[in-house]
């Protein structure tokens, strides 16, 4: 019995050691989903540029500055450093990432935004944008701008964010006839694997880690209560 008590609690302080220090939510709900080294795959399609490739982005940086508390304005949220890569680990430049990718600046210029409050996120960006409607399910929050080019074509950008993590999900930009809806071009990029709400175990495993002290407090009080029940 002395062994079991001596290992609980050789297992208790070693737990509070191995404490992640973590960003906490803002008192509006907003916190990072992501973490430096995190890596996102994605399938890149575009009839514009020819192209069908797998490609990842890795967070090579979290913002130095944390996200203003309260915030108020959409241009507050910081910008995580990111790194564009071809499949073959080849990095893109920032040329091909401004030509693949311009269209995500009509939909708030965003590969990453903090998760936690989606309302509050949306009345940030409505100000900053016109004619944007906000399709959002379970798993994701987006915003969709569209606008006329011609008397016969329309411009569609749409961009999905993950409501776990708060990375994008989905990016597409498309030239539509008017006519008939059909699809004149597109560029698509689409994320493997987007982790459904509720069931994420990093999220889990996050969970655990911010709560570690009071685990191991509750692990103290239990080993002192069987000190008193073994003496009596």
Not at 26 to 53: A, C, K
Not at 64 to 84: H, K, M, N, R, V
Not at 201 to 216: E, F, K, P, S, V
Request: with cysteine; aromatic share 10%; hydrophobic share 45%.
């Amino acid at each position: 019995m002395k062994r079991t008590l001596q290992l609980m609690l050789a297992i208790m302080v070693v737990g509070m050691f191995m404490v992640t220090p973590v960003a906490a939510a803002t008192s509006q709900g907003l916190e990072w989903g992501i973490v430096t080294g995190d890596r996102f795959d994605y399938t890149l399609t575009s009839t514009d540029f020819n192209l069908d490739e797998e490609m990842f982005v890795n967070i090579t940086g979290m913002p130095a500055l944390a996200i203003p508390d309260p915030i108020s304005t959409w241009g507050q949220i910081p910008f995580p450093d990111l790194g564009f890569y071809w499949a073959n680990e080849t990095s893109l430049n920032w040329l091909e990432v401004l030509i693949l990718f311009f269209g995500l600046a009509t939909v708030g210029s965003r590969f990453a935004v903090p998760a936690g409050n989606f309302s509050l996120l949306q009345s940030l960006l409505a100000p900053v944008l016109s004619g944007e409607d906000y399709p959002d399910s379970t798993n994701v929050w987006g915003v969709e701008w569209s606008e006329e080019l011609t008397p016969t074509e329309d411009i569609t950008v749409n961009g999905e964010y993950s409501r776990v993590d708060g990375f994008l999900t989905e990016y597409r930009i498309e030239t539509v006839s008017s006519l008939n809806d059909s699809v004149l071009s597109s560029t698509t990029l689409i994320r493997d694997n987007i982790p459904p709400v509720g069931i994420d175990t990093g999220n889990i495993l996050q969970l655990l880690q911010d709560n570690i002290l009071y685990i191991a407090i509750g692990v103290g009080v239990l080993l002192v209560l069987v000190i008193v029940c073994k003496k009596r």
